[in-house]
Structure formats: structure tokens, C-alpha cells
């Protein structure tokens, strides 16, 4: 999958309407609320890290950073729950993370609640569902029922698809997780939200979409190894659906890319020219500009497939893997603003670049990499 096919992916509209989970399944709160004696018994895999990562403690900014914090690392944003359990199940020099013996005691619990100093500050309140939650599991034994939790299937949301008429209006959204074994869960409120946009529409904690400002984006939820994205929009002008006027389209990907556009009321570009078309295609493909060579070449080709041609070529070009590389690193926190120890920058970072680098060059599916 490179550079083209994902920006197909970019361009992909869901055509499905908002509907609503016939699934009446129960909350977190529900299930975790109340006297912690009569909640339901927690899982590691699908409550436990999922919450720590909901709640930041598993994020680049904390514990999910390279260096970690305070001596205690988590695995970002909760991918390996073996080593996530060692980590925090450990002793660290007799006092413990999770004490089996007196769980109120345990360092995870007391943190988060801020009952001894926390850098991090509160993350939940005594007695809260998210409290009883990870009390809760420690009381049964702090176990990692990973091989008995089973496969993730997939990540299910509603609605799939959010047009909204103006700014202001709001939108929950649902989340649902899909287990080999056939369990299917509510897992809104264990799951990450983010917005591609927070200027077009933000997302509170809880999935709460809201409309900003006219134009799309995506939200895109997290839980578990589901990442699933759900458009968003609020169209910029009144030609939308039956006014919209008839573009004609030579392609599947520029069909792709004017119903997407008759969804949001945007009329599509005249054709660029192709000095425009280099500079474009280049920046986006290899992050540089065109050489005053390369310029006077491509227009004066007279080729009627020279921009596609032009493409094949930049993909092909070593910019094309390190340009790549680098924005993957930086979406993935591997930069000198995560990363602030200096032994650490010089080695384990160049390791990840290498290892993504490599991964582009040999052109490697992006839904493949990991």
C-alpha cells in the first residue's frame, strides 16, 4: 500500500447513515459503579490497560514514553500487555505497585488517586467506577487473563457516519467491541477519541463530537488493536446532494473524490498546471522542491502520462522512504521532544527510524508494518 493507495484511503467516504446500536448493552458505570463487592469482575486485556491508556497513563506524555516516568514504563498506549502486567506487578524496592495482601495500599491505586504524591495528579476519584475498577482486579489477584480473554475481532461504532447542519450541535458516540469468541461489549468509556480536526470538530473524553466549524474531518477511536475512524463533516455551502452539478470523473479515485466533495459542498478545482503539479506532487511525495532541472524537463515533455510517470518516479526516489520515515516517526513520538535523554536519542531512536525507514523503502503495506 504506498503513498497513492493511502491517499485513496484519505479520500474514501462511508456512504452509511447515523443509525443506532441495536445493542443494549450495559456502560461502564453500570458495571463498575456503585459498591465495588457487587461490580463485575474485571479483565487486564479488555478493561485494565484499556482504561490506562484512556486515561493517559500509557501515552507518550507519561508512562507510554521511551524513557518512561518515575521508573515505572508501560508499553505505548497498552500494545503489550505481558510486559505491561510485569511492569506493573513489580516490586519496586518493597514498595509495591500492587500489594495482594492490603490492595488499597498498592501504588497503583494510591497514585492515580493521588493519596501520596503523583506528577501526574489525580486521574480518578476514590470510589469512582474507574476506582473500582482497578481495586477491584488487584482484590482477585492482579491476574493477566490474556489467554483467556481470546483474539479481538473488531471495533464497531455508531454512528458510522456525522453530518451535521451547524456548528454547536453534538453527537455521542458509541463504541463496541467485537471478541473472537463472540462477546460483544460496550466499550465507549474504555476507549481513546481523537479528532483529525479540532477546528472542524472536537471530541470530548467520552466520544461527545461536536461541530465547529464548516468543513471534515475524521474522529478516530482506540481501543485494544481496533483503530476505527468515523467522517465527520458540516457542509462549507448549500451545493450539496441533488445541487450539486454533474463533474464528470475519468477515474474510480477522482469518483471517490467528487462524491466526497458533493457530501461537504465543495465544487472541485480547475486542473493545475503542471509546473503546480510538480511542485505539488513532489512536497508531498519526497518533502523537497523540484530542481530548476527537473522542471524545465517536465514541461517541456510532451508524454500525455508524464504526471503519472512523474509519480512512479518519486516513489521510487530514496527522498521518498526518508520523508515518510520521518513524518511516521514524529506521528509516533520517536523526536527530540519526547525523547530529551541524549544516550537514549542517539540509539534506540536511530533503531526505530532504521527499522521504519526500511519498512517504506521495501514497500511494506502500511496496514503490514507492525
Sequence with gaps: MRIRNLLLIFATVTVSLPVVAKEKLPTAEQRFGGKIESTESPSFRRHVVPLASKLGCSGRECHGSFQGRGDFQLSLFGYDFVKDHKAITADKEHRLRVDLGNPEKSLFIQKPTKQIKHKGGEIYEEGSWEHNLMLKWIREGAKNDLKETGE???????????????????????????????????????????????????????????????????????????????????????????????????????????????????????????????????????????????????????????????????????????????????????????????????????????????????????????
Excluded at 482506540?222 to 465527520?232: I, L, R, T
Excluded at 503542471?274 to 511525495?285: G, H, I, K, T, Y
Excluded at 536511530?350 to 519498512?359: E, G, H, K, L
Design 152 to 370: 479481538f475481532g473488531r471495533l464497531e461504532l455508531f454512528p458510522k457516519e456525522i453530518v451535521f447542519r451547524k456548528a454547536g450541535e453534538s453527537i455521542q458516540l458509541k463504541v463496541l467491541a467485537h471478541w473472537a469468541d463472540g462477546t460483544v461489549e460496550d466499550v465507549t468509556e474504555f476507549t481513546r477519541f481523537r479528532t483529525n480536526d479540532e477546528s472542524v470538530a472536537e471530541v470530548h473524553e467520552g466520544g461527545l463530537v461536536e461541530s465547529k466549524s464548516k468543513g471534515d474531518t475524521h474522529i478516530v477511536a482506540f481501543y485494544d488493536n481496533g483503530v476505527s475512524p468515523v467522517p465527520v463533516m458540516l457542509p462549507i455551502s448549500e451545493k450539496i446532494a441533488r445541487n450539486y452539478p454533474k463533474v464528470s470523473t475519468r477515474t474510480k479515485v477522482d469518483k471517490l473524490v467528487v462524491d466526497k466533495l458533493r457530501k461537504i459542498g465543495v465544487l472541485p478545482s480547475d486542473v493545475c498546471t503542471d509546473a503546480e503539479f510538480l511542485r505539488r506532487a513532489s512536497l508531498d511525495v519526497t518533502g523537497t522542491l523540484p530542481t530548476p532541472d527537473e522542471v524545465k524537463k517536465f514541461l517541456a515533455d510532451k508524454n500525455p502520462n508524464k504526471r503519472a510517470k512523474k509519480i512512479d518516479e518519486l516513489l521510487k526516489s530514496p527522498g521518498y522512504a526518508a520523508w515518510w520515515t520521518t513524518k511516521l516517526c514524529d506521528i509516533t513520538g520517536n523526536n527530540s521532544r519526547n525523547n530529551t535523554d541524549r544516550n537514549f536519542r542517539n540509539e534506540q531512536t536511530q533503531q526505530w527510524y532504521d527499522w521504519i525507514y526500511a519498512r517504506i523503502r521495501d514497500n511494506v503495506p502500511y496496514d503490514k508494518m507492525i
